[in-house]
């Protein structure tokens, strides 16, 4: 369990990233949080810096597209889905439950 | 339509095949390509490929699912050399014929080389083959290497040179590289990499040719000849190199053509909707010319397919494919990233950052208006303003973004 930031640290709208290896995106949309791997799974790219439309979170860089609820893409380029990730809030604090292997999301 | 024959299996190549699976074609498909191996990402070559993060696995455009669905022959390390004067016929090096009802062309482009034969150590940098010669001249030791061209081939090939520890000079004839394309002020912002790279860039300055020597025992698994020693310039000055990297842009793959009846300028002649003077054959990006412009861009290529395909289908232009223009470098550890339709002597203005602390992003505008922007790390706010540059342009008065938009 992997503590983020403080609730009010993440404006709805908002994502962070953090180092963890691999790196994790911590997403807040309406009403929800979400992580996911923040690699996008076609190239190089950090989602935590993409563009996030309701569950959806598009890649900066190739317009690929993820859903936060399953880590499957959307659209093209990315063909595999990326990790999810539980996210707890615990007084206050926002924490990551990274998934077990790195490859379960497979 | 019974068979469809896409001639090029590269990114291009592979969305319109994928594109006329979507949209309902379901007969003989037929995908030709000139290179042996099954459609890769190029973009990775200069950069992870090139210094070894990312393994060949991580090029593939596809997988063995998907090109199982997708049901098409595929004719691989097969160069086209012709297409009938119907547009009914693709003619291969091997002797062998298509026959076909409808054709795709998406056979790219070359890289531009210097005249005159090359000696031993001069590349350039467009196909895995390319990059894996490039990769194997690169071992064993810190070596001088010349890039010959600043633009982005010849940028990210010296940023992963350097980043492995060679001592690069990146040599540009205009006075400042990417002038054309970003105006003085950015180009001059995205130079400054090179300095911060570690690399030399010499501006302003053409190459005249090169210095070789002839090797006694050349390595094992080098033909004989002679190497390249030096690049020399039009100062009189000679550059020392034990490799050099030609990065002098590409010429559209059109020569295949010559005895079809396609107009070919620079690019096979289409209209907006990549549709060419014959119905049935359609163009799609980098070798193609779309209503006047062609543009070398990855998501050009990847946007392309999905109007060309219909009109293919259809018999007939009915839709028009002009993404706006998009592309990003990785250079130096910044990402560079560019959208929209810049001209000559827009106005920039630096709307967040700076190009001092190497993070900004910037507008270009004309009239009160944003007609392009250009990003140095800051992957967000580009984002915000390429969706609402390219939101603009469907809109009825296309073009330009309303300047207040910029709230960022």
């Keep these: ?106 | 339509m019974r068979t469809v024959t896409v001639v090029g299996a590269s990114l291009a190549g592979l969305y319109a095949a994928r594109e006329l699976r979507a949209q309902g074609f379901d007969g003989r498909l037929v995908i030709v390509g000139e290179e042996p191996h099954a459609p890769y990402d190029r973009p990775p070559l200069s950069k992870d490929f090139l210094t070894g993060r990312a393994a060949e696995d991580r090029l593939a455009l596809s997988d063995p699912e998907e090109t199982r669905e997708l049901g098409a022959e595929w004719l691989l390390g097969v160069r086209a050399r012709g297409l009938d004067a119907r547009g009914r016929t693709v003619e291969l090096a091997d002797g062998g014929t298509v026959r076909c009802d409808g054709v795709v062309i998406a056979t790219g482009a070359s890289a531009r080389r210097l005249p005159g034969p090359a000696p031993a150590g001069v590349h350039t940098l467009r196909t895995l083959d390319d990059a894996r010669a490039l990769r194997a001249d690169l071992h064993g030791g810190r070596q001088r290497v010349v890039v010959i061209g600043g633009g982005f081939i010849g940028a990210e090939t010296a940023s992963s040179c350097a980043s492995l520890g060679h001592d690069v000079t990146v040599v540009e004839a205009a006075p400042l590289p990417l002038l054309p394309q970003l105006g003085p002020e950015l180009a001059r912002a995205c130079a400054q990499l090179h300095e911060r790279g570690g690399v030399r860039l010499l501006t302003g300055v053409g190459v005249t040719g090169l210095r070789e020597a002839s090797r006694v025992g050349p390595e094992p698994g080098e033909g004989p000849g002679p190497r390249v020693t030096g690049v020399a310039l039009a100062d009189g000055r000679v550059l020392p190199a034990d490799v050099v990297v030609v990065g002098i842009g590409a010429v559209p793959n059109t020569g295949w053509l010559a005895g079809s009846t396609l107009a070919v300028r620079d690019g096979v002649l289409c209209d907006g909707g990549c549709v060419t003077s014959l119905p049935q054959v359609v163009a799609v990006g980098d070798v193609a010319r779309a209503d006047g412009v062609r543009a070398e861009h990855w998501t050009s290529a990847t946007a392309q397919p999905r109007a060309a395909v219909r009109n293919l289908l259809a018999g007939r232009t009915l839709e028009h494919a002009r993404p706006l223009p998009y592309f990003w470098s990785d250079q130096y550890g910044c990402r560079i990233q560019y959208a929209g339709r810049r001209r000559a002597g827009d106005t920039v203005r630096i709307v967040s950052g700076s190009p001092q602390d190497g993070r900004f992003l910037a507008h270009y505008e004309r009239d009160g208006t944003v007609t392009a922007a250009l990003a140095l790390d800051m992957p967000r706010p580009f984002t915000r303003i390429r969706r609402e540059l390219a939101r603009a342009e469907t809109r009825p008065t296309p073009g330009a973004v309303v300047g207040a938009v910029g709230a960022i």
Excluded: K, N
């Design chain 1, 1 to 106: 369990m992997i503590p983020v930031c403080r609730l009010e640290d993440l404006p709805v709208g908002e994502s962070v990233r953090i180092d963890t290896v691999p790196p994790i995106a911590v997403f807040r949309t309406e009403g929800e949080l979400y992580a996911i791997d923040d690699t996008c799974t076609h190239q190089d790219a950090s989602l935590s810096e993409g563009w996030l439309e309701g569950c959806l979170v598009e890649c900066p860089l190739h317009e690929a597209s993820f859903d936060l609820r399953t880590g499957q893409p959307t659209c093209l380029p990315a063909r595999r889905p990326v990790r999810t990730h539980r996210v707890t809030v615990d007084d206050g604090v926002i924490h990551v439950h990274p998934a077990a292997s790195a490859d379960s999301a497979a």
